[in-house]
């Protein structure tokens, strides 16, 4: 069988839930939420239509439970959520909770205390990366490039890859702030300065690429994302100095690309369009890189750019436009096809997550504002807003008809009818 085809069908088998034997209905399903971004790690919601209002009579708190601070999204099964977070700065911890009570089913622990330099100390010192779920496991990314492997039922710790100590790279200085993805048989990791495949059986590094040296330089914020483009299936992967597709078979590099930015903040996940790629980085500006493949290999073309710099928000693609949230935390709306900006608001918070359910946009402030947006490329259209938070940087998730909100001390869930 080849790779494509093995690729193909075990992402499909991860999206089903079939990927592994179910865990007394611990399983995936087609509304679960098990990686960083959702199901398809684009924000897009499947078999998901969002409500027409988030009013407090509309979208009602089911449950709320109080956590140590973290910036990681939650992970949503059919019967329970994983969640994060940091204890008096110095241990990492995760927690299986009931989906339906919030009630705790398990908890698991290890050291994780690592400072993050002065100017970023408004940012905290815990856990960021999300999980990744697979079904029968969850990989969780600790501060100090540490990736554990728990048995999702029971808690139970199966393996610990230490980068660091495997690879005698230096802690990052950021923290470990890509999020796992899990294909097939593999865990796709930014750590240890560079791109990571490791089985996600048995913990071994099968290899690395992209390797930038460690420390501050390899510190990679962006999380790599699954992509088929010109019929092959790659690995893209954002790191602080370059955009790069990898053959996720052996780690070559099908193609790479510079992308500039003020001290190396790439850091929002890229997101394909048609046979094309778009990123955006601080201190950059905004591209739409067109690739093409032939019988003399890659290349790449800039189809435009745009002065639009991101930050950390990574964006949406709603029928040919483009939607983001920037830098100077306006946010905007681009048309894929040209690159011209079709508006751009007024300042709000540091930070938005997005979900889309092709007609609307459920957003998170960074304040903690809750946004319902009519996908309009006309005008920013807001259907209706909730203060329901006062600090949330981890990324929103939708399951079914229920939202789960991950402030940075308190998990909270809501349901519409």
């Known amino acids: 069988m080849s790779f494509r085809s093995y690729l193909r069908g075990a992402c499909f088998m991860l999206l089903m839930g079939l990927c592994a034997p179910a865990l007394s209905g611990d399983d995936l399903t087609l509304d679960s939420w098990p990686q960083w971004r959702g199901p398809n790690r684009d924000g897009s919601l499947t078999g998901t239509k969002l409500p027409d209002s988030i009013a407090e009579n509309r979208l009602k708190q089911i449950w709320r439970v109080e956590l140590g601070p973290s910036y990681s999204g939650p992970i949503v099964s059919s ?11 110095k241990t990492e911890v995760v927690r299986a909770l009931d989906r339906k009570t919030g009630t705790e089913l398990w908890k698991q622990a290890w050291p994780g205390e690592l400072a993050v330099p002065f100017f970023a100390k408004a940012n905290g010192d815990w856990i960021r990366a999300t999980p990744a779920f697979d079904g029968e496991r969850l990989y969780v990314a600790g501060m100090r490039d540490v990736l554990v492997c728990l ?8 393996w610990r890859l230490d980068f660091v100590q495997k ?6 200085t ?10 097939g048989d ?33 510190s990679a914020f962006s999380s790599p994302y699954f992509a088929t483009l010109n019929g092959v299936p ?18 070559t590099l099908f193609w790479k690309k510079e992308i500039p930015a003020f001290r190396g903040m790439n850091i929002l996940t890229p997101t394909v369009y048609n046979n094309s790629v778009f990123t955006s980085s601080y201190g950059g500006g905004s591209f739409l890189f067109a690739t093409t493949k032939d019988e003399s290999g890659w290349s790449l073309k800039e189809s435009w750019t745009s002065k639009a710099q991101a930050y950390m928000s990574s964006p949406i693609v709603i029928k040919g436009n483009l939607y983001l949230h920037l830098r100077n935390q306006r946010f905007t709306c681009l048309n894929l ?6 508006w751009t608001t007024t300042p709000f918070g540091k930070y938005w997550s997005m979900v889309t359910d092709g007609e609307k946009i459920l957003a998170l402030d960074q304040n903690g504002e809750l946004l319902l947006i009519r996908a309009n490329p006309d005008k920013f259209d807001v259907i209706d807003r909730r203060k329901i938070a006062d600090d949330a940087w981890a990324h929103i998730a939708v399951s079914g008809n229920e939202v789960f ?7 909270t869930v809501y349901r519409w009818e």
């Not at 950021?174 to 294909?183: E, H, M, N, T, W």
């Not at 096809?337 to 079709?342: A, F, M, P, V, Y």
């Not at 909100?405 to 998990?411: C, F, G, Q, T, Y």
């Open 79 to 89: 019967d329970r959520v994983f969640v994060t977070e940091t204890r008096d700065n």
């Open 151 to 158: 048995d999702a039922a029971s808690g139970k710790e199966l």
């Open 167 to 172: 690879l005698g790279t230096v802690p990052p």
């Open 174 to 183: 950021f923290g470990f702030a890509s999020s796992p993805l899990v294909l």
């Open 186 to 218: 593999s865990v796709f990791v930014q750590a240890g300065g560079g791109l990571c495949k490791v089985d996600k059986r048995s913990g071994e590094i099968q290899w690395r690429v992209l390797d930038d040296g460690g420390g501050m330089s390899g």
């Open 234 to 251: 790659q690995i893209l992967v954002q790191t602080r100095t370059v955009l790069a597709g990898v053959n996720p078979d052996d780690g």
């Open 337 to 342: 096809e040209t690159g011209k900006e079709r």
């Open 405 to 411: 909100i991950r402030d940075l001390n308190h998990l």
